[in-house]
């Protein structure tokens, strides 16, 4: 397994598994990064099986949490025993949530919970969605951070390659470095040469690019990690009046960069999956 791949494995995921698009938009996606969780949709197509799309998820990636949404129908599939099934044949291996479109009564209500919560013993909840899209992203967002969708990480980080770089100053010394990976809360580099910069150290005006995203930032020195040729710096972001962290439109900015990066990269690994999958139904 090549370090690419490695990195695109790492963290919990979440994958909501055919969801109402009226009730829950892909635009959903990139606001929960911002809140820490890497998430993904799986639809049913041609390209795949549902079924075998949802095997090779669980035997690719070691740390998901699925929330299917029961009242899209599937041929082949009926949900109840689907994720019955799952839930026995995987148990604590993968987190199981379901979703569904408000019920007319309570009856219809709790009779799901008490199936999939105490019948069937799923871990993330069964959840009535709202015809507000706006209730349902607040809904499932507190549902995600129960069940800490953001795994060990509070921001989900974009490995950056060879286009991404920083520019910084300090006491009149000029340092030019690679940019290793970054988040909305810091970022890593490395140096051809010893950064002669103290601990805690506050830079202003530090000259970042992000795969062509290109911004100034003021940036405080908070780690140095010995590599095996190097020292790698970790930075965070810091704003001109002391708060960690940048300005809401840079920070939106960025936001958007990041998506882009980690998303493109796993989402061309579950492509890869699901033909290779495919070829065995």
């Not at 919990?12 to 009226?22: A, G, L, Q």
């Not at 569904?100 to 309570?106: I, L, W």
């Not at 960690?244 to 493109?264: A, F, H, N």
């Not at 690994?269 to 699901?274: D, E, N, Q, R, W």
Request: aromatic fraction near 14%.
């Amino acid at each position: 397994m090549d370090d690419d791949t490695k990195y695109v494995l790492e963290g919990r995921k979440t994958f909501f598994i055919v969801p109402d698009v009226t009730l829950f938009p892909d635009t959903y996606l990139e606001d929960y990064l911002t809140h820490g969780y890497e998430t993904y949709i799986i639809n049913d197509d041609r390209t795949c099986p549902l079924t075998k799309k949802i095997e090779a998820i669980i035997s690719v990636f070691n740390d998901a949490i699925f929330f299917f949404y029961i009242d899209t129908p599937i041929q082949g599939i009926e949900w109840r025993d689907y994720i019955s099934e799952l839930q026995e044949e995987y148990g604590d291996k993968i987190l199981i949530g379901v979703l569904y479109a408000k019920r007319s009564t309570e009856i219809e209500k709790r009779s799901l919970e008490r199936y999939y919560l105490f019948d069937v013993g799923i871990k993330c909840g069964c959840i009535s969605l709202e015809y507000s899209k706006a209730k349902n992203f607040t809904l499932i967002d507190k549902v995600m951070f129960a069940n800490q969708a953001c795994g060990r990480r509070k921001n989900v980080r974009a490995i950056c390659d060879s286009t991404s770089s920083v520019n910084l100053t300090y006491k009149k010394k000029k340092y030019f470095g690679a940019v290793s990976d970054v988040s909305l809360s810091h970022f890593s580099c490395v140096f051809n040469y010893e950064l002669d910069v103290p601990m805690f150290e506050k830079l202003y005006d530090v000259v970042v690019d992000i795969h062509g995203m290109h911004f100034k930032t003021d940036s405080i020195l908070l780690d140095v990690r010995e590599l095996s040729d190097r020292k790698l710096y970790i930075f965070i972001f810091s704003q001109p009046n002391g708060q960690p962290g940048m300005d809401p439109d840079l920070s939106q900015r960025l936001s958007e960069k990041i998506y882009k990066l980690v998303t493109d990269k796993v989402q061309t690994l579950l492509h890869t999956m699901f033909i290779e999958a495919s070829k065995s139904s």
